[in-house]
Structure formats: C-alpha cells, structure tokens
C-alpha cells in the first residue's frame, strides 16, 4: 500500500496522529521565528508575529474542523454535542471558519498598531504619494483578489442554484429526474417531490461567508491603510521602514489569500461532491434509470481543483507561519529629509 | 519645526533634481502635513508658493502634478529608473555596475 496514502489516512481518521503532526509543525515554525523577524522594528516584529501566529490559527481552524467529528465519535457521549453543533447536518460555521479565524487576527493588528502611534524624531517629507495599496505587491493582490473573486462568483452562483431543505433552509440541489409516474425514492427527499436532491453549498452555506468575507475586507483595508499613512520617523529609517511596511502588506495580503483559499476549496468541494452524486431508480426486467445534476460532467475536474486549492492554500499558509520573508529593500527615493 | 518654506524649499530641490518628473503626481497636501506633523494649512502655503513658481500644477480633483516646463526628465521615464534603482538595490548590485550598463544601452 502507498505509504502517502496511508499517512493521510491515520491524520484524516486518528485524531491522536493529526495531533502530534501539528504540535510538531507548530514546534518546527515557531522555533524559526526568531530568525524570521531579526532585523525587523519592534512595530514590524509584533505584527509579523500576530500574523504568524494568525497563519497557524487558521491551519489549526481547518484540520480542526475536519478532525471533530473523528474526535467526537470517540467521546463517550458526544453524539449529544455534534447533533448540536451539526442542527439536520447543518454545518454551516465550518465554512467561514478559517475567514473569521483571520478576522480576529486582522483585528489584533489593528489594536496593537493603534497602540504603538509612531513617534516622529526628524521630519521626512514625502514624495511619492502613498495610500492603501503602496506598499503591496500587485502579485500578492492579484492572488487574493482573483482568490476572493472566485469565491465570491462561486457564493453567489451556487446560492442562485440551490435549494430549499425540509427544514426551508438553502443547502441542496435538486437533481432533476423528469416526470415520473413514481417519485425517486432518495433518502432526505422533500415529502411530496419528485426530484431527489442533494446536500449543496447554498444560501445557507455561502452567505455567512459572504458576510465574513465582507468583514476580512474592510479590515484588511484598514490594516494597510493605517500602516501606509503613518509617518516615517527619521530620514535614515525611511528605506528600512519601508521595508517593514512591505513585509506587514505582503503578510496580511498572505494570510487573507490563505483563508480565502481554504474556503473556497471547502466550497467547491461541496458542490463537487453534489455533481459526483447521482439518484437511480430500477424497474425489473427493464434495466437502473440514473440521473445527476447538470455540471456531474465537470464534478471530478471541480473536486481535483478543490484539493489542489488546498494544498496551495495550505502551504502557502506553512511558509508564512514559518516565517518566509522577501528580500529586503534597501533604498527607496520615496522621501528624504527636511533641511532643518 | 517645519513651516511652509522648507517644506516648499525640499520640493523645489526635488523636482530641479530630477528626483521626481515632470507629470509626476505630489503627495497630498493632507499626507504631507500628516508626515511633517504640521497643520494642513501650512502645507497648503508651500504648495500654492510652488504652483505660483510654475514649477507644478494643481488641477480640481486631479491633485498636484510636477509641471512639464519644470523637471529635468518626463515622469515615466525617473519612475522606471526609479524601479531600476530598486531593483538593483534589491539584488545588492554595485551602483558602478549598474551605472556602467545604463551609459552603455544610452550609446547603443
């Protein structure tokens, strides 16, 4: 048998295993922090920090959230506690998980900067205009704006496409199955349908992230534009200052295509799973009658692209954990100082 | 402390430089007076003292612009040697190095 395979089988099923595996990346990543942020300014280090330690969050968000109803099963009585936490298999709150994971981490920042106001020793006065995207690179915007877009386009167009419950709620799709004489018999099947259905990423699902997403933004914003406006110190500071300034754009930017990644893979992956589905019926002496939602052509390729959105989105989360930083800038024309 | 003069005084320098191009786009007077930590109106002052130079040209809801007849090179082009600078800085090339390559595609 594969060895891979069978590592990702006891970190998916044994929740002890998973454990260990992330104590021990968790211990490998934040041994190279120290290395990661020398040089840095103690504004820049304690930001870089947070984000750090916002990147592991929402790793340990994601495996957690796949892990518990593993470790719940092997609770004594918590079947009691996952049929509350999971309402009829609604596990909506999984999804914005690593979303608000993320907030809360963007949120942190925006205290602690408030906290350190920066403290001008010689004036320098400024010639190149800055504002919230200055210090960001296009590659790391165009990442998590493509990444957001995405998300966004799949919320909104799976929402548009879903379905309502027995329980009025938007979290399948109906897989149409014609007119029949007899209704498909499918479990979960509304009383009185005859199109059988199947649990889907829908309104139910994809407006909560919606919603968070909608926050990540504005406070992403924020971050950036408050670090942006601030001062340079001194004039001999300035390149360095700048420097950190890039660092904190290209790590919050990082963090927030991460979490976007992770649930747009989440997402897919639901719908995915919808389009692999099918319902049948079998009429003796006649032959099986299957039917499955109209994009099922496309389902293995969207389930391929949900994994491989999150190992990407995974890895790219452990290099920032581990404290992978771009090549610092030395010098920038950006300012200079004012003649006394 | 910083006044109007020298604020004026350090643009002036910059734009007769060279180190900003002609087009180019000024800071606002609001970021200028937030980095110097002076009052908006003083950098308002130093910008009008420049505008009334020619040496730039404020348009309503275009913002302040270097003006043509004042840098020594266009805006697109300092910004690329700008980038150049950065880029080279970045590598940790020597400046002679460099320098040498731009005079020699300059002959070419």
Excluded: C
Excluded at chain 1, 141 to 153: E, I, K, R, Y
């Amino acid at each position: 048998m594969d060895p891979m395979r069978v590592f990702v089988g006891l970190l998916l099923n044994e929740p002890m295993v998973a454990a260990i595996v992330v104590f021990l990346v968790v211990a490998a990543v934040t041994r190279s922090w120290r290395s990661a942020t020398a040089g840095l300014s103690p504004r820049a280090r304690t930001i870089s920090r947070v984000i750090r330690a916002g990147a592991i969050a929402v790793l340990v968000v994601d495996v957690g959230v796949r892990l518990l109803p593993g470790v719940l099963a092997r609770l004594p009585h918590a079947t009691a506690l996952w049929s509350y936490l999971t309402p009829s298999g609604y596990w909506w709150w999984a999804f914005p998980l690593p979303l608000s994971a993320t907030v809360i981490t963007l949120a942190i920042i925006v205290v602690r900067v408030r906290s350190m106001p920066t403290r001008v020793e010689t004036a320098v006065v400024p010639l190149a205009r800055r504002n919230w995207l200055s210090f960001s690179r296009r590659s790391d915007v165009a990442t998590a704006a493509g990444v957001g877009g995405m998300l966004l386009l799949l919320s909104i167009l799976s929402g548009l496409a879903s379905a309502t419950d027995q329980y009025g709620r938007h979290t399948v799709i109906v897989i149409p199955t014609g007119e029949m004489d007899t209704p498909v018999d499918v479990s979960g099947l509304p009383e009185g349908s005859e199109n059988a259905t199947s649990g889907f990423y829908g309104w139910a699902f994809s407006l909560p992230v919606i919603a968070v997403a909608v926050v990540l933004a504005v406070l992403l914003y924020l971050v950036l534009r408050n670090d942006s406006a601030r001062p340079f110190v001194r004039p001999d500071e300035a390149a360095g200052d700048t420097s950190d300034r890039r660092a904190t754009a290209a790590g919050v930017w990082r963090l927030t295509a991460g979490a976007l990644g992770l649930t747009l893979g989440a997402a897919l992956a639901l719908v995915a799973s919808a389009g692999l589905s099918s319902s049948g019926v079998g009429i003796p002496e006649v032959g099986t009658f299957m039917w499955s939602v109209g994009y099922s052509a496309f389902a293995p390729a969207m389930d391929l692209t949900s994994v491989l959105i999150r190992i990407g989105a995974t890895l790219s989360l452990l290099l920032l954990a581990g404290g992978r930083r771009e090549r610092p800038v030395r010098v920038r024309a950006t300012a200079q100082a004012v003649k006394p | 402390v910083t006044d109007s003069q020298s604020i004026y005084e350090d643009l002036r320098g910059s734009i007769v430089a060279g180190r900003l191009g002609s087009g180019e786009r000024l800071p606002t007077v609001r970021q200028v007076a937030a980095d110097l930590g002076v009052a908006i109106g003083t950098a308002a002052k130093a910008y009008r003292q420049l505008e009334a130079d020619g040496l730039v040209v404020t348009r309503t809801g275009a913002g302040t612009h270097v003006a043509e007849s004042a840098a020594l090179l266009p805006g697109a082009i300092v910004i690329q040697i700008r980038e150049l600078a950065r880029a080279a800085n970045e590598l940790g090339l020597r400046h002679d190095d460099v320098l040498s390559v731009v005079r020699g595609a300059l002959q070419d």
